[in-house]
């Protein structure tokens, strides 16, 4: 098996580059379409690393499209019909991002991160701990660490600055900010989407402890799924025959790398530090097997 490529960057002079992410390069096609293109970057409390981890933005391109199609009877999504020869007639800009572009409909991003928990693992154990809510959502007493919440919960957050962490909300305040309709569109269609997702990835082996969506809207009103869905950089993936509640489950996703990051004397700000090649193959490794346990078991 060939190495997979690896792209830190991308560099296409033919568009206009709109904005350069944490993981994602994002480019104007036209006044409709948009070309996203999926790094090999990797980014940890809110800090891009200096190493990228190969293959990652093919696996994530592929598990993101795989949930686009996947979904469609759920809502709809941003990806447009456009081919990528279309979008890039020179065949070395369009080598250079091959299998790690996505052509998607321009939309207006909602100003509100839907995330949805099956799971009580990370901010939402340390909220729990501290009084017995997640995001002001009331749980039975004595829950364990990683234990499987009683049913799913929805619990948005803003959406932050590059750089800066995205604070939980109440859903309140995604009424204030998307009004009631819209609010309560986007919190059904979460709730539906990760439920049928984790329904069919435990039957892969995979338990979705949480994920994150994005969505957005077109000049009509009408809901779009975009940005990214159901990745292993989106959501925490756990092996299902690994999961004890009590203990923090081994990870598909960046959890890993973020574990690693935890035992080393950094601040977490700016610059990342180094990774060790076998934190970087190990990591690479995780991304193509959860891949594999998704999409061909």
Known sequence: MNPPSVLFESSITSLELLNRGKVRD????????????????????????????PGKGLVLTRVAKFWFERTRHIIANHLADLTLQQVLPDAAERQQVQGRAMI???????????????????????????????????????MQLAERL????????TKAEQGEHDENIAYARTEELLGRELAAKVRDSSLRLYREAADYALQRGIIIADTKFEFGTDAAGNLYLIDEALTPDSSRF??????????????FDKQFIRDYLEKLDWDKTPPGPRLPEDIIEKSSAKYREAERRLTQG
Not at 33 to 41: F, M, N, Q, Y
Not at 150 to 157: D, F, G, L
Not at 238 to 251: E, I, V
């Open 150 to 157: 009683p049913e799913a919960i929805y619990t948005p957050s």
């Open 238 to 251: 756990w092996p299902a025959d690994q999961y004890h509640p009590g203990t923090s489950p081994p990870s």
């Open 26 to 53: 994002i480019y104007a096609i036209d006044d409709e379409h948009l070309l996203i293109v999926t790094t090999d970057r990797i980014s940890a409390f809110d800090v891009v690393l200096p190493d990228p981890i």
């Open 104 to 142: 998607v409909k321009r939309l207006r991003p909602l100003p509100v991160e839907a995330i949805v928990r099956g799971y009580l693992i990370g901010s939402g154990w340390k909220d729990y701990q501290r009084s017995g809510n997640v995001c002001g959502i009331g749980l039975p007493a004595g």
